[in-house]
């Protein structure tokens, strides 16, 4: 089965960048690749999505590799909040594996 | 409050009981999604509806079925229950598909005893 692949942890300290990879080498022309968070005990929620160029938000910036076969979430400076775990999903064929869990410390 | 709504919000059935879990997306969006997330697994895909047909199928026991009618809002089904079924169970919904961002309600968990 298609899938996504992600690192199962990273640690990063406090107000330091954190880069996220994912590796989708199975991805369709017409899949966009989006990144959701969930924190502790609540419902996985939005951070950003691209398909092919490169995205920034509020919350981060996604940068998407030229052949699309692998995208990195890049969270500009961790705070204590945005420890989660980050899921990279395509879409519309929903594509993921099991996330990669941020740790963040102080 | 991401406009998406899951009710009951808790469930304790038995097993070989069968339960409807309901889900409400956000005004104006036309595509559900299901999931399953068990307390030692990750997030599994269950099925997409879009304007009432399904779309896209993923890991969906035979046991379980799914619908989404008329007013957008859908009902997963869960039969025959077991032990193994109790998970928390999400409910997103957007407006279309893959270029438009998911919307996750807050889940119904699911417990089987």
């Known amino acids: 089965d298609a899938k996504t692949t992600q690192p199962n942890s990273m640690e990063s300290n406090e107000e330091e960048p954190v880069h996220l990879p994912c590796n989708h080498s199975?991805?369709?022309?017409?899949?966009?690749i989006h990144w959701y968070r969930q924190l502790p005990s609540q419902g996985p929620e939005y951070v950003i999505h691209?398909?092919?160029s490169n995205v920034n938000n509020r919350m981060a910036s996604l940068a998407i590799a030229e052949d699309r076969k692998s995208s990195t979430l890049i969270l500009h400076r961790a705070t204590l909040r945005d420890a989660a775990v980050y899921y990279c999903?395509?879409?519309?064929?929903?594509?993921f594996g099991g996330g990669t869990r941020v740790l963040v410390k102080p | 409050d991401s406009g998406v709504t899951q009710t009951p919000k808790h469930l304790i059935t038995a097993t070989g009981q069968r339960v409807t879990l309901r889900c409400s997306p956000r005004s104006g969006d036309l595509s559900v999604y299901w999931y399953q997330q068990s307390l030692d697994q990750g997030l599994q895909f269950l099925i997409q509806?879009?304007?009432?047909?399904?779309?896209a199928k993923g890991n969906i026991l035979e046991r379980f079925s799914a619908q989404q009618f008329p007013d957008l809002h859908s009902e997963l089904n869960l039969s025959s229950l077991e032990l193994g079924d109790s998970a928390l169970y999400f409910c997103a919904s957007s407006v279309t598909g893959g270029d438009n961002e998911q919307f996750f309600g807050p889940g119904t968990r699911l417990t089987v005893l």
């Open positions: 199975t991805i369709s022309g017409t899949d966009y």
């Open positions: 691209g398909l092919t």
């Open positions: 509806y879009y304007n009432g047909e399904e779309r």
């Open positions: 999903i395509l879409y519309p064929s929903v594509t």
